[in-house]
């Protein structure tokens, strides 16, 4: 339905008053059919979330059905680190909080809360970054890398692509604050934002069935 | 109504619902969502942390236990931070995130069956190690 209908139906408004009368509550929009953009960017990219879930899904299966393939090496018992993983933990859990809390932000038009609690984000993702990092490190100097057992071999594929997907969050962060520093607060540009918190949310989601299963459970075989 | 946003918007004056610049009351509003959220989860978290750790609770309980919680801090996330809602506006998210509960299921739960009587038929390794001798 186009803004020049509307205006002829209800005769000579100024275009500019239409604007606030138009508005509508979200559940009539969805009566009608006619659903604002956001919603639609919302679900289509909530659509490819659920798939990226099936693809770690499946590595969550592999490592279920190996995890006692040791071959003699190494155990999670004997590899893991829960103080580390805790801290881990958090900083993804607040990372989250944050992400949402700038997600306000650029929905205010609020600069402070929007860059500073990018930044913040930025920070605790990098932070957890630089554990995981720091952890596979450790346990490839110990002679238990991927190539160790089939029991490894799963534990990096599936913990190393969720830190993959951690990485390329903070390059997309980073792109999104450089994109609303350049273009605004734009709708289409908040869109791209909403996008973002969403992933970012999903990761923390991966995050806690990973510590359970991979961590937790495996630190108390 | 910021005359900016009017500017460089495809359809000047046809500002969609929620695309607006949120309020006062909205920021207010969303912020206590997401600090209620993040209590929630910090809570099962350090639970979960607590349940692996203890040797106060039956042992055989401690995966179950610990399964439920992740369940629930899934849950917690959902709500307060991917805001899947019951509202007319989420229903399409819902049915899409039951599809996906449904397909993560048949996944890992299909797997681990199928292994677990494959291993149980399997002959033991040292067996065949002999056998090859």
């Known amino acids: 339905m186009s803004a020049a209908q509307g205006t002829a139906e209800r005769g000579p408004y100024p275009i500019g008053h239409d604007a606030t009368e138009h508005r509508e509550p979200h559940a009539e929009h969805a009566e009608r059919g006619v659903v604002s953009k956001r919603i639609i960017v919302g679900y289509g990219f909530w659509i490819f979330l659920l798939s990226d879930i099936v693809m770690f899904s499946a590595f969550f299966a592999t490592y279920a059905v190996l995890s006692d393939a040791t071959?003699?090496?190494?155990?999670?018992k004997d590899l893991f680190h829960l103080n580390t993983v805790a801290i881990e933990t958090a900083?993804?859990?607040?990372?989250?909080?944050?992400?949402?809390?700038?997600?306000?932000?650029?929905?205010?038009?609020?600069?402070?809360?929007?860059?500073?609690?990018?930044?913040v984000t930025a920070i605790f993702g990098a932070g957890f970054l630089s554990l995981e990092i720091h952890e596979?490190?450790?346990?490839?100097?110990?002679?238990?890398?991927?190539?160790?057992?089939?029991?490894?071999?799963?534990?990096?594929?599936?913990?190393?692509c969720h830190g993959l997907h951690v990485t390329l969050g903070l390059m997309w962060l980073l792109t999104m604050m450089a994109q609303v520093f350049a273009k605004?607060?734009?709708?289409d540009i908040l869109r791209r934002v909403l996008c973002f918190s969403l992933f970012w949310h999903t990761l923390d989601i991966i995050w806690i069935a990973i510590f359970t299963v991979v961590y937790l459970m495996g630190a108390a075989q | 109504m910021s005359h900016t946003n009017r500017g460089l918007h495809l359809h000047p004056g046809d500002t969609a619902p929620g695309d607006e610049i949120a309020g006062g009351r909205e920021v207010v509003e969303g912020l206590l969502g997401y600090l209620v959220g993040l209590a929630?989860?910090?809570?099962?978290?350090?639970?979960?942390?607590?349940?692996?750790?203890?040797?106060?609770?039956?042992?055989?309980?401690?995966?179950?236990?610990?399964?439920?919680?992740?369940?629930?801090?899934?849950?917690?996330?959902?709500?307060?931070?991917?805001?899947i809602t019951s509202g007319p506006d989420n229903t399409n998210n819902i049915l899409a995130l039951a599809f996906g509960v449904l397909i993560v299921l048949l996944l890992i739960?299909?797997?681990?069956?199928?292994?677990?009587?494959?291993?149980?038929?399997?002959?033991?390794?040292?067996?065949?190690m002999r056998m090859q001798q």
């Open chain 2, 109 to 128: 739960g299909g797997t681990l069956w199928i292994m677990y009587h494959m291993n149980h038929n399997m002959m033991p390794m040292e067996q065949i």
């Open chain 2, 40 to 83: 929630l989860a910090t809570l099962i978290t350090v639970v979960a942390f607590f349940i692996s750790q203890t040797t106060l609770v039956w042992q055989p309980s401690i995966p179950i236990a610990l399964f439920v919680l992740a369940v629930a801090q899934m849950g917690v996330h959902l709500v307060f931070f991917l805001h």
């Open chain 1, 184 to 187: 605004g607060y734009r709708a």
């Open chain 1, 71 to 76: 071959a003699g090496g190494p155990s999670g």
């Open chain 1, 136 to 160: 596979f490190a450790g346990m490839v100097a110990i002679g238990a890398g991927p190539s160790r057992s089939a029991f490894l071999s799963a534990f990096f594929t599936l913990v190393g």
């Open chain 1, 91 to 119: 900083c993804l859990l607040l990372s989250s909080f944050t992400c949402g809390v700038a997600s306000i932000g650029a929905r205010a038009h609020n600069d402070l809360m929007y860059y500073g609690a990018m930044a």
